[in-house]
Structures are given as structure tokens and as C-alpha cells.
């Protein structure tokens, strides 16, 4: 099964809104990343957040790794906040790492 | 500015023919990924890399071979391009903390 499960698949905001965007995982967490994807375009990284919470401007990321669980909330919504939102867990193994990405949440603010 | 680049932005390849994808880091990071992204599968792991002259099998290596010449350079090579491998391919470099991910633009390929 998916490693990596993000929920919900889309969300349409009106601006001003609050948003919040879930993935959970069902390995042991190593670590959690968050990205951003601009539609069509490459991907930014938003956190880096193994455990606890963690803010930046109008987002707040928070990994709780005993539910296995990370979340990221997007407060007062802006249209450029439109895109799509993935996370990624990274696995740890003796070959080097890599990441596991979820299938993303599409966002998508109205002005 | 430390960047990823990746050339060329897009290609149209024929169904049996040869690509080859390039990625250039300036980031001086030691790990190098090839992603393709499909709709409904986000982004796949097809190969990486965590030091020059080696390469490492990611989730989905088949029908691709990868190349690392150098700290900065990383390729990725399609020996017989397929219908199926029509994707946007991202390449990645990070540092050794994995905590530093830098994307690059992607690469369309459409092979017909």
C-alpha cells in the first residue's frame, strides 16, 4: 500500500480562508518534508519538520510521529497560495536515502 | 545562486529512440535524484546517486539508466524510449543532512 497519504486530494478556498492539509504515513517517520508546486512548474521546498511544529510567515507545519502524522496549515489564504502541496517522508536505508512523496493537495484560492 | 538545472525543458521522442535527460547542480550537494511525475502517482524515485561515479536504483529503475560523471552532473538516460515514459522528469540534488532538497524545472517528455 501508499506510504504516503495525503488528504484531502483537492480544496477550493475563498481568500482569507484558512486551510489545513494532512498526510499521514505508514512506515516508521524518519523524517517529513513539505513542498510546494507551482501549477506546471518545479517543486519549493516549505519545511523541513521531523517532529514538533514549526511556522513560516502564514504557514505552521506539525509532525506528530507517534500518529504518525504530519499537518500543514495555511492561514488567511492568498491566491497565490494556489498550487499543489506535497509532503514526503525520507527513508533511511544503507544505500543512501530517498524520498517518498504523497500524491499532493491540489489548492486552489478564489479571489 | 545554488540551483538545479535541467536541460532540455521539454522533448518529443520517438517511440524506440534514445533520450537522454541532464541535470547540472551548483549546490555542491553530495545526492542526486531523477523523479518522473505522472497524474495520480505524484513523484517516483527512478534512480540517485550519493557520490560521483555511482548510481543507486530508486521505486521504478526499469527501462531508465542513470549517470554521474561528477558532483554536479547527473543524467538520465532512456536506451529505448517508450509510450509509457511520457512524464515531467525532475531532477534533485540535496544535501547530506537530507534536509536541503532543491528541485529542478522538469523536463516534459512526450514520446510518440
Known amino acids: 500500500g501508499q506510504q504516503v497519504q495525503q488528504s484531502p486530494a483537492s480544496l477550493v478556498l475563498q481568500e482569507g480562508e484558512n486551510a489545513e492539509l494532512q498526510c499521514n504515513f505508514s512506515?516508521?517517520?524518519?523524517?517529513m518534508q513539505w513542498f510546494y508546486q507551482r501549477p506546471g512548474g518545479s517543486l519549493v521546498s516549505l519545511f523541513y519538520n521531523p517532529s514538533g511544529t514549526k511556522h513560516s510567515g502564514r504557514l505552521t507545519s506539525t509532525t506528530v510521529i507517534k500518529e504518525r502524522r504530519s499537518s500543514l496549515h495555511i492561514s488567511s489564504s492568498q491566491t497565490t497560495d494556489s498550487g499543489t502541496y506535497l509532503c514526503?517522508?525520507?527513508?533511511?536505508?544503507?544505500?543512501?536515502?530517498?524520498?517518498?512523496f504523497g500524491i499532493g493537495t491540489l489548492l486552489s484560492v478564489k479571489p | 545562486e545554488a540551483a538545479v538545472t535541467q536541460s532540455p525543458r521539454s522533448k518529443v521522442a520517438v517511440t524506440g529512440g534514445k533520450v537522454t535527460l541532464s541535470c547540472h547542480q551548483t549546490?555542491?550537494?553530495?545526492?542526486m535524484y531523477w523523479y518522473r511525475q505522472d497524474t495520480g502517482h505524484g513523484l517516483r524515485l527512478i534512480h540517485y546517486s550519493y557520490v560521483a561515479d555511482s548510481t543507486e536504483k530508486g521505486d521504478i529503475p526499469d527501462g531508465y539508466k542513470a549517470s554521474r560523471p561528477s558532483q554536479e552532473n547527473f543524467s538520465l538516460i532512456l536506451e529505448l524510449a517508450s509510450l509509457s515514459q511520457t512524464a515531467v522528469y525532475f531532477c534533485a540534488s540535496s544535501d547530506a543532512r537530507y534536509s536541503d532538497y532543491t528541485f529542478g524545472s522538469g523536463t516534459r517528455l512526450l514520446v510518440i
Open positions: 514526503a517522508l525520507t527513508l533511511y536505508g544503507s544505500s543512501g536515502n530517498k524520498l517518498i
Open positions: 549546490n555542491n550537494h553530495d545526492y
Open positions: 512506515t516508521s517517520l524518519n523524517s
